[in-house]
């Protein structure tokens, strides 16, 4: 079974970062897209950013300039590094992939990980 295992979420103050980590485990033929989710209260979830096998990033509009997204293919992991917080990016942030096993390709989640952006 595939699992996502996310870490670096926590309370910061207006104004600092935090970098997330998500590493996928289980038998993975390859991973297409990675990316970050993330969930307000009393909000939808929203895509943040993802990046692609080949490189490619998209971000939110709310986070173009302060969030970076990367990956390591050999790891099979994702960053966030998130910088210039503010108190609307307080969320529970999700990371995501699609990944191609030995039955298909298939979409998998992290448990979410609780981002708190507070003086």
């Known amino acids: 079974q595939v699992q996502l295992v996310e870490s670096g979420g926590g309370l910061v103050q207006p104004g600092g970062s935090l970098r997330l980590s998500c590493a996928a485990s289980?038998?993975?033929?390859?991973?297409?897209?990675m990316g970050w989710y993330r969930q307000a209260p009393g909000k939808q979830r929203e895509l943040v950013a993802f990046?692609?096998?080949?490189?490619?990033?998209k971000y939110a509009d709310s986070v173009k300039g302060r969030f970076t997204i990367s990956r390591d293919g050999a790891k099979k992991s994702v960053y966030l590094q998130m910088n210039s917080l503010k108190p609307e990016d307080t969320a529970v942030y999700y990371c995501?992939?699609?990944?191609?096993?030995?039955?298909?390709?298939?979409?998998?989640w992290g448990q979410g990980t609780q981002v708190t952006v507070s003086s």
């Open positions: 995501n992939a699609d990944v191609l096993r030995s039955s298909g390709r298939g979409d998998y």
């Open positions: 990046i692609t096998s080949g490189g490619s990033t």
């Open positions: 289980g038998i993975i033929f390859s991973i297409n897209v």
